[in-house]
T-cell receptor
Framework: GEDVEQSLFLSVREGDSSVINCTYT??????LYWYKQEPGAGLQLLTY?????DMKQDQRLTVLLNKKDKHLSLRIADTQTGDSAIYFC???????????FGIGTKLQVIP | DADVTQTPRNRITKTGKRIMLECSQT?????MYWYRQDPGLGLQLIYY???????NKGEISDGYSVSRQAQAKFSLSLESAIPNQTALYFC????????????FGPGTRLTVL
């Protein structure tokens, strides 16, 4: 079955890089996502990676996918206070494109 | 204007009351979802609908029901609310195919006393 795991909390200093990690169990995942939830708001897609890719870079964001270990990571370079939020890892599996979310990692950026 | 709207945004009710949460979208998407969010549990899928005539149970459908009144509207009902249904509820939409990006509403904070 599908299961997505990630740590609950990460604290970094402003200007440092943040790395948020996620593991998943379903080897048939087609897309893997990172969603961002700011306080008082719904989730918003931050970035995604297709399962046949190893890496995707988008400005300050780098997504790394290790399919062998079923490990996904999100690196945020030059972390800013505006990056403080909860980050959800998610995977899409199955013929009907089910999306399973992790519990979310709360990123705290210290000025 | 927001693409996915939810009403009400906040609701306090008592045990045993019937509650309806409403969701509307202007994105023209065929798929709609209801999730609940609890601290430390992440998002759990309650119900999902891939079109007006298609309704499916998610992971935690017990105690909930839904109605897809139109392509743009998907409502969630708690027939007899209980305190452990106190949570943040999100509606989301997506189009079929492709990367299935989900677009979320702002959430409804429900408190059952």
């Amino acid at each position: 079955g599908e299961d997505v795991e990630q740590s609950l909390f990460l604290s970094v200093r402003e200007g440092d890089s943040s790395v948020i990690n996620c593991t998943y169990t379903d080897s048939s995942s087609t897309y893997l996502y990172w969603y961002k939830q700011e306080p008082g708001a719904g989730l918003q897609l931050l970035t995604y990676i297709f399962s046949n890719m190893d890496m995707k870079q988008d400005q300050r964001l780098t997504v790394l996918l290790n399919k062998k270990d079923k490990h996904l990571s999100l690196r945020i370079a030059d972390t800013q206070t505006g990056d403080s939020a909860i980050y959800f890892c998610a995977e899409m599996t199955g013929g009907y494109q089910k999306v399973t979310f992790g519990i979310g990692t709360k990123l705290q950026v210290i000025p | 204007d927001a693409d996915v709207t939810q009403t009400p945004r906040n609701r306090i009710t008592k045990t045993g009351k019937r509650i309806m949460l409403e969701c509307s979208q202007t994105k023209g998407h065929d798929r709609m979802y209801w999730y609940r969010q609890d601290p430390g549990l992440g998002l759990q899928l309650i119900y999902y609908s891939f079109d007006v005539k298609d309704i499916n149970k998610g992971e935690i459908s017990d105690g909930y029901s839904v109605s897809r009144q139109a392509q743009a509207k998907f409502s969630l009902s708690l027939e007899s609310a209980i305190p452990n249904q106190t949570a943040l509820y999100f509606c989301a939409t997506s189009s079929s195919g492709g990367r299935n990006e989900q677009f979320f509403g702002p959430g409804t904070r429900l408190t059952v006393l």
